[in-house]
């Protein structure tokens, strides 16, 4: 017996056990045609023990174990054949382990496979395509991951967000789930909050970002201490990145001018050496512990800086134009690159002049997102949904 054909008599009994027992949907089949997605796991899961322990793949030597799960995460590339290897992780206690071992963060693979990889930088030497789709009469932004280069593909849902308007202020609560986006849920992996006017923003994250940072009292963490709500719900608001519109005095004669201060990414992160925050697990029920994250310490003082790439004037188009390289391709005050600023304290250089996030509009409700290292794609999501929020004094 070939070991190819090892491989897919194992992924056959992973898919059986998953739809056996997994509390997660594996593959396509969702609500409407138009909301074709593919969902992973994203939420703690429970195993059909039963089913599992009949299995011929229970009692693998590990040496053999290890050797068929890096062949699996190695052939499985992209989604969506790589929902076999998050599939894999959710086996057992043990297969779940050299998963962990195996797959690598966006920031060395370029790939995202769990949730956490949402909260984890991305590529350095690529970038993630990802897009946007705007439901106006829900209010929802929903998060894809680009299959293919084509810019009308389905995509891999990745998170969504709801916009909850306020009397003095703008939400948009985001989540994993596209079915569940309450605050409460163990789903909830941040917010965006804008003021009044929607030229400042603050994005807050469910857990903390790095070793020492402070939680943000809020009416969901004052619940959690009165034991007033679930036990699952979400650690707190820890306050990661806030962005800044600057007043337009040109009107809608003028670009928008924006910057982005990353209060949980440091400013050395971009050089060469640099290392940024990496979150490594998700929490859902203990306010008081952090989770695993990479942070080393002695590094510069200061959050990093990023502002928006100052566009040039096309005398024959007579608008404002970037080079988005064919990945946008309609004229919007919300399209914008986002480059690190040389105020970060360094000399500007070749690394100042990498983009790392662009957003911009390629249909009436369809939206480009492309994001790389040190951002994650939690951060670039709630940056560009500042764009989406109206803005009195910067139009």
Known sequence: MSFRSIIHDMREEIGSISKKGFEVKLGYGLKSKSHRVVQDVCIPMTIHIDAFKHSCWANLPPELLRDVLMRIEASESSWPPRKHVAACSGVCRSWREIMKELVKTPELSGKITFPISLK???????????????????????????????????GKFLLVARKCRRTTCTDYIISLDADDMSKGSITYIGKLRSNFLGTKFMIYDSQPPHAGATVTKSRSTRLVGLKQVSPRVPAGNYPVAHITYELNVLGSRGPRRMQCSMNAIPAS???????????????????????????????????????????RWHEQLQCWCLNFR????????????????PENGAQAGQEHEKVILQFGKIGKDLFTMDFRYPISAFQAFAICLSSFDTKIACE
Not at 129 to 145: E, S, V
Not at 278 to 302: E, M, W
Not at 326 to 341: D, H, I, P, Y
């Open 269 to 311: 992160a971009i050089e060469p050496g640099g290392v940024a925050p990496t979150q490594t697990d998700i929490l859902v029920n203990n306010l008081d512990s952090l989770p695993s994250i990479r942070f080393l310490a002695g590094q510069k003082a200061g959050g990093l800086v990023l502002k928006n790439k100052s566009p």
């Open 120 to 154: 984890q930088p991305g590529p350095r030497d690529s970038i993630i395509q990802c897009f946007i789709k705007r439901n106006r009469t829900a209010q929802t932004y929903h998060l894809y991951l680009g299959l293919t280069q084509a810019l009308t593909d389905n």
């Open 326 to 341: 064919g990945r946008v391709t309609v004229a919007s005050v919300k399209n914008f690159q986002l480059v690190a600023s």
